[in-house]
Every structure is written in structure tokens, then in C-alpha cells.
């Protein structure tokens, strides 16, 4: 699934030494990253756009909001971005905490540029992939909202392992009718064949699922 493309990925960091910030910025500059810095969690805030992409790197003690707060704040608000803790002050609740909350990965400062880089890629790998469930979602919410809803019956019939003679016995049409609903909910749906579409109402039942929990 592709990523749209008006979505900008960077690196954005936040920590209120401007050295830091230098350094972590030439180092993920260097393995060819685009960066965004901030020296406070509300300057990161007040940038926020919802179409950024790519992954957090959050200093834990910060003017204002600290790292923590700021971890959080995006969590109750909805906002999945991958967030790598770092701080040169942690302690075992402060990991445990920030892990429990999401964090991709809690480096103590000084760490190996090594650390960073492996934590900043399986941050971004994980911000793509959400972003391209988000966009599988969108675009077969799409394709289910153009069905009528004799098709959708059809559709979840077909995809529950009814034949065409069993459908058309239960929802009291003809076989040709069925034939002819199946093949309308075949071409909406984009599925190539019975597996695809199988898929797509699975994805579709466990993304309503997830957003119910």
C-alpha cells in the first residue's frame, strides 16, 4: 500500500540544549533523515500538523511540559507517533512508565550514535506502517460505502462461505440475481478474486473492532 504523499517524514526533536539539538540533528542528517527541532514540548506543539510523519525523539527533562507530560498528552489526544525517550537523569520507573505508554525505545544520555540511528529506523518503520493501515482502512471504507445495501448483505454472505444457491435460497432472489450483486460487489470492492475480498471484509471487521476497544 502506498503512502500519501502530501505526508512530510522527519525527525523531530525536542530538547532545550541547542548543542544537543545540533548534534542529534547532523547525526540523523548524516544518515540522510530529514530533522525538525524544538526547544520545548509546547514549540513542538504549537508546529504540530497532523499530516507530519516519522517518529519523536523527546528529551525527558524540558522547560514547561516535560518529555513525560508530552508523551502522554499526545496519547490521550489520539496522536500515534512513534516517541524514543531519552534522557541523561532515568530511573527504572521512568522507563517502565514511558515504555507502558508506547515509547519505542528510553536511551540514556550519553549513548552510542548506533542506538539512536536502530531506534529512529524502527521508529519510522512503525510510523509507516500505521500510516499505511490508515490509508488501507480509508480506502475500503470507501469502496464499502459505494455498495448498496442489498450488495453489502450479499457481500457479507459470500464472505461468511455461502454459495451463490445458499444465498439466493436466504435472501429469496435468484441465482442469476446473486450471480449478478456478487459480481457488482467484486468490481467495487477492487477484489481480484474470492480471497481478496475474504480479506478485505476480515480487515474491515478487526479495524471496527480495534476502534470500538
Given amino acids: 500500500m502506498s503512502i500519501a504523499k502530501d505526508t512530510i517524514e522527519a525527525v523531530h526533536i525536542v530538547d532545550d540544549d541547542d548543542a544537543i539539538l545540533a548534534g542529534l540533528s547532523d547525526l540523523l542528517e548524516s544518515a540522510g533523515l530529514r ?3 524544538y526547544l520545548s514540548a509546547e514549540k513542538f506543539l504549537e508546529s504540530w500538523n497532523p499530516r507530519f510523519a516519522g517518529c519523536l525523539v523527546l528529551d525527558v527533562r524540558l522547560p514547561g511540559m ?4 508530552l508523551q502522554g498528552y499526545l496519547a490521550q489526544n489520539g ?15 521512568m522507563v517502565r512508565k514511558a515504555l507502558k505508554a508506547g515509547a519505542v525505545e528510553f536511551l540514556i544520555k550519553p549513548f552510542q550514535d548506533e542506538e539512536l540511528l536502530d531506534a ?5 518503520a512503525q510510523d509507516r506502517t500505521r500510516r ?9 471504507q470507501a469502496r464499502t460505502a459505494s455498495l448498496s445495501e442489498r450488495e453489502r448483505q450479499i457481500m457479507n454472505l459470500v464472505t461468511a462461505g455461502l454459495t451463490n444457491k445458499e ?5 429469496f432472489l435468484s441465482v442469476v440475481t446473486v450471480k449478478l450483486h456478487r459480481s457488482q460487489v467484486m468490481r467495487k470492492m477492487q477484489a481480484a478474486s474470492l480471497a481478496d475480498l475474504v480479506k478485505m471484509s476480515e480487515w474491515l471487521k478487526n479495524a471496527r473492532g ?4
Fill in 167 to 171: 444465498i439466493a435460497d436466504k435472501v
Fill in 210 to 213: 480495534s476502534a470500538v476497544s
Fill in 132 to 140: 499505511s493501515d490508515e490509508e488501507l482502512a480509508h480506502n475500503l
Fill in 35 to 37: 530533522t525538525r527541532q
Fill in 120 to 124: 529512529v529506523q524502527q521508529a519510522l
Fill in 66 to 69: 516535560s518529555g513525560i507530560e
Fill in 79 to 93: 496522536v500515534a507517533f512513534p516517541v524514543i525517550i531519552m534522557t541523561a537523569h532515568g530511573d527504572m520507573p
